[in-house]
């Protein structure tokens, strides 16, 4: 398993700032994802990170928007940049454990955007 | 890609009662079925998956059923308790290095009655 803790666990921003959401596991995880989940809906990937490389986007999200940083094998950020109230979600940092193909999920952060 | 839908939206049991939430996907190639629990203000958490080589998987109360020739698994809760209420999310996706891409369906709000 993976313990996944993610800073900061809720804010709230002024429209057209930034905002950088850390996402920290507890033991060396090759594969790091981010999701955005708006209020009542499902999941939807942003983008998958890997340690060393460039993160890899999904249809509809893109990397000024969304930039990624994943330094080592236990951190990663996400940044939303230029925030509007559609930003306004939970995102969630999830990681996949290698050799159990098991995917464990941190606790979100919840954004609002005014 | 894939599609993955989930039914029924919203779910609601008597303590004791079971419940059982379906799922179809449309990518035969798919060969990964996570079902995760989501309590309010929390990530999701994985209970239980089940993989193409098996048809049913059970673990305590909880179990998962596969059908690949019609596409679509299913969960089924036994002895429904108050701490069962939850969003439910299926999913469906590939082992390896993809897990972590699974496509969610849009979830089932489960509510157990004492």
């Known amino acids: 398993s993976a313990v996944i803790s993610q800073k900061p666990s809720r804010d709230i921003c002024q429209r057209g700032t930034s905002l950088t959401i850390q996402c920290q596991v507890d033991s060396q995880v090759t594969m790091m994802f981010w999701y955005r989940q708006q209020p009542g809906q499902s999941l939807t990937l942003i983008a998958t990170a890997n340690q060393g490389s460039e993160a890899t986007y999904e249809s509809g999200f893109v990397i000024d928007k969304f930039p990624i940083s994943r330094p080592n094998l236990t951190f990663s950020t996400l940044t939303v940049s230029n925030m509007s109230p559609e930003d306004s979600s939970i995102y969630l940092c999830?990681?996949?454990?290698?050799?159990?193909?098991?995917?464990?999920f941190g606790p979100g952060t919840r954004l609002t955007v005014t | 890609g894939e599609n993955v839908e989930q039914h029924p939206s919203t779910l609601s049991v008597q303590e004791g009662d079971s419940a059982v939430i379906k799922c179809t996907y449309s990518d035969s190639a798919s060969n990964y079925f996570p079902w995760y629990k989501q309590e309010l203000g929390k990530g999701p958490q994985l209970i239980i998956d089940?993989?193409?080589?098996?048809g049913e998987k059970k673990d305590q109360r909880i179990a998962v059923t596969l059908n690949k020739t019609a596409k679509h698994f299913s969960l089924h809760i036994t002895e429904t308790q108050p701490e069962d209420s939850a969003v439910y999310f299926c999913?469906?996706?590939?082992?390896?290095?993809?897990?972590?891409?699974?496509?969610f369906g849009d979830g089932t709000t489960l509510t157990v009655k004492p």
């Open positions: 999830s990681v996949e454990v290698g050799g159990v193909y098991e995917q464990y």
């Open positions: 999913a469906a996706g590939l082992l390896g290095i993809h897990a972590g891409k699974s496509t």
């Open positions: 089940i993989r193409s080589n098996v």
